[in-house]
């Protein structure tokens, strides 16, 4: 089992001062986790994104002057950083490549009101796994009923639906699901249609369904999650149906119950067979499981169990859908959990609990 993690500035276990950095592990069920390589070649990297076709690993760096992608290379021993590019704007938070592998796409988090910040910005994958020159872009206008959160633009997260006809884009700051067509060929991005969500719900991530027209949506400020149905022809969606995210007494939205006892849901991954869905939640240090009925496509809550650690900020499923793991940002380690295939109950690996001072990401590389 290979993966690589992405971590911020921070301190360890002992109070030692630790750089950002982004670093291999290697490790199996019955033995914990060992960093074999650990690269700090990349300016505060925040989520992480990974080419098979080029063995390559990018990396998005948030709180850097603007927003970058760094490219590193796989190599047999390590990491080797291939070059950058400027992401158009500030605050690059999120990351996803195409189905062909050729087009890799950004979410700028912060929109200045008065700047050109781009709100999503598209690149092509070259053969050498280096970002070519930006290829298409487009800019979010809005804003939300919170002063502090919602002032301006915040796009949190992108994604590119199953059959690539579309790419998702999650705006916290407008409560917006923003749609856009997109051609694989050319890499143009064209604006579909604006999906409203409820107002002052802070949308924060996004999961396609594998097999239905199915887009679910975890809100951060509401602390709900929305299953929409979306036509991949006309590139529009509607809401179908809603959530809580958490079952946890005295936990829910910041709205209701103050930042001392708010749940602020982090990230979203669905089974590869679309059975269940999974979400973290930042207050209760929990992961909510979901069973998604197959007549429907509704998302229903089935459980939660303790995430391993505080504040768990992203969440990755294996390509098998047999492993999950949790970047647990304020404890400052990675939590790895099994998943049974036919009930979507989630158990602590034995040796699943590794050290990583203000964890961002983990991503597995097999």
């Known amino acids: ?59 998005a760096s948030e709180n850097s002057a603007e927003g970058r992608i760094s490219a590193l290379r796989l190599d047999a021993d390590g990491l080797t950083l291939l070059g950058s590019v400027g992401t158009g704007g500030h605050a690059a938070v999120h990351l996803t490549i195409d189905q062909t592998g050729r087009w890799l796409a950004v979410a700028n988090y912060r929109g200045e009101a008065k700047g050109q910040d781009l709100s999503v910005a598209l690149f092509p994958v070259q053969v050498d796994g280096m970002l070519g020159d930006m290829a298409a872009s487009a800019r979010h206008d809005g804003r939300g009923p919170d002063p502090d959160r919602q002032a301006t633009p915040h796009t949190h997260c992108v994604a590119f639906s199953p059959d690539n006809r ?92 103050g930042t001392k006892q708010a749940n602020y849901p982090s990230g979203l991954v669905i089974a590869p067979d679309g059975r269940y869905l999974m979400m973290g939640n930042r207050g209760p240090d929990t992961i ?28 990755r499923l294996d390509s098998t859908g047999r492993v999950l793991a949790v970047a647990n940002n304020k404890s400052g380690n990675v939590t790895l959990f099994s998943r049974d295939f036919e009930s979507g109950k989630l158990t602590a690996l034995p040796h699943g609990d590794f050290e990583l001072p203000a964890a961002m990401d983990a991503i597995f590389l097999d």
């Open 166 to 257: 579309l790419l998702a884009a999650v705006d916290l700051g407008t409560d917006g699901l923003w749609l856009y067509h997109f051609n694989a060929a050319s890499g143009a991005l064209g604006f579909a249609s604006q999906i409203k969500l409820p107002a002052g719900s802070g949308p924060r991530h996004c999961a396609f369904h594998p097999t239905e027209p199915l887009i679910y949506v975890c809100t951060e400020l509401d602390s709900t999650l929305v299953t929409l149905r979306y036509d991949p022809a006309a590139g529009t969606a509607d809401i179908v149906d809603s959530d809580a995210a958490t079952n946890v007494p005295g936990k829910g939205a910041v709205s209701r119950l």
């Open 1 to 59: 089992m290979r993966f690589a993690t992405a971590s911020a500035k921070g301190k360890d276990r002992h109070g030692r001062a630790v750089k950002p950095a982004a670093t291999l592990f290697s490790g199996d069920e019955g033995a914990a986790a060992q960093a074999v390589f650990v690269s700090h070649a990349v300016p505060d990297p925040s989520y992480l994104a990974l080419s098979s076709l080029h063995k390559v690993l990018y990396v």
């Open 288 to 315: 909510a499981i979901f069973w998604i009925d197959p007549e429907t496509g509704m998302a229903r809550y089935l459980e939660e169990v303790p995430c391993g650690g505080r504040f768990p900020r992203a969440i």
